[in-house]
């Protein structure tokens, strides 16, 4: 298809809670100009395995990234390694394990904060590694990433969500305003990056629970959205994607080869 794409992680955001708090993208949504599916989380429901899940479409029990302790370079081919070696430009603003995973391990700080390298599967890369960094900054630096590299493909990783859920939990004013902070962040950036050409995929790697913790079978703890925006989808309410699908599907957008499965009913 040879779109550029841009991904948004939101860390930690639970299906229902994006489903009522999240008025923006909902309008897109009700304009029929994006979708919003459900999709239900692979198990562990932990963060650094299921970065790794939706990043290379491997389950955590086949990439050994079972828990977030484990600190190392992934062993599978990602996005970022696909459209790198298709001669396409990758950029990340994403917290530091996405680092780790995908150009170096351990995350120094002083060495990968700031990231230029255009050997490395994420090219360019503004990471952090404290969980309350401010969403809005992170957004900016997404957008510094956009104008300064015009990457094809983008990840945008902000984790005040999550970090709400686990001091206040799912059922808290906190959390779910932590998500409608989200929401309007994002209106400042959405309509300029489809008007740019981008399509948007807007999911989250696991929801949350009312301990302030996440990792069971509980569907507030599986159950996480994915809001799609741009031509390349076809928006069918009948399409039933598949987290492991993630990857394939932006290959499939970005029109670069890969070896991953494909949600082929979410693309036009």
Known sequence: MNHNVIL?????LNYQVAHHAMGHLHAYVEADRAALYRLECELPALSRPLYECILTGVTPIDSGIVHNNVSRLSSERSVFHYARDAGLNTAAAAYHWVSELYNRSPFEPLRDRHTHAPKLPIQHGLFYYADHYPDSHLFADAEYLRRQHAPNFLLVHPMNIDDAGHKHGL??????????SADIILANYLRTWLDSGYQVLITADHGMNNDHSHNGLLAEERE??????GAGFSLDPAAKPLQ?????????LLGVAHDKPVCRELLT
């Open 171 to 180: 059922d808290s004013s906190q959390y779910r305003n932590s998500a409608r």
């Open 224 to 229: 996480v959205p994915l809001f799609v925006f």
């Open 8 to 12: 948004v992680l939101l860390d930690g």
């Open 244 to 252: 492991t699908e993630l990857c394939g599907t932006i290959c499939e």
